[in-house]
């Protein structure tokens, strides 16, 4: 069974491709919401982050996100300590997960799949891109974000550049009704190849 990484900037429309590839009944892992589960329920990593970042952290027993996002947004190296915390807890939690599918292939979904090193475990890589501007007004729309929220979340990723000299596939997501479609087309070509 191979792993197919997925990954693109912020607003650039994973879920929506994601969405589109569970529809066709590939199993998918969501990076981000598997380090926030156990962010919130992992003894061990809930001991790791109170030790770094103080009993503040947690808030009756739940992780106190923007205590923790204050200390962490403009510090990479508390940033990177905590990292080094969730990211190792996601892998082992990936591999569990992993164990107990039955497909031909796996989508493993991060937002900072290549800047966390999480590309290496991939077989495949699809990199989704989409116009600046669309991604700007979609996270505005989304999360309320100002402009310089978006910007400052912005520089915490590589730029589409770096990661497509890393990537297998790119599937540009402007309009759903062609993003829908070179997610079939990519899904048949990950199925036929699986079975050459």
């Not at 996002?69 to 569990?96: C, G, M, T, W, Y």
């Not at 997501?173 to 048949?188: A, G, M």
Request: glycine share 6%.
């Amino acid at each position: 069974m191979r792993i197919v990484g997925l990954t693109g900037g912020i607003g650039s429309g994973k879920t929506t491709v994601a969405s589109f590839l569970k529809e066709l009944k590939v199993p998918i892992y969501i990076a981000d919401d598997a380090g926030k589960y156990l962010m919130n329920t992992n003894s061990e990593v809930k001991a790791k982050i109170v030790s770094l970042f103080g009993e503040q952290a947690y808030n009756d027993g739940h992780l106190d996100r923007k205590y923790i996002a204050d200390k962490v947004f403009n510090s990479p190296e508390k940033l990177q300590q905590l990292n080094e915390i969730v990211h190792p807890a996601v892998a082992r939690d990936f591999i569990k997960w992993k164990n107990k599918q039955d497909s031909s292939y796996v989508l493993y979904e991060a937002a900072i799949l290549f800047e966390s090193g999480g590309y290496k475990n991939c077989d495949l890589v699809i990199l989704v891109t989409a116009p600046l501007e669309d991604r700007i007004k979609r996270l505005q729309a989304r999360d309320k974000s100002t402009l310089e929220e978006i910007e400052a979340r912005m520089k915490h990723q590589w730029s589409d550049e770096e990661k497509r000299k890393l990537s297998n596939f790119e599937i540009f997501n402007k309009n759903l009704s062609s993003t829908k479609e070179q997610v079939r087309n990519l899904h048949e070509i990950l199925i036929n190849t699986d079975k050459n």
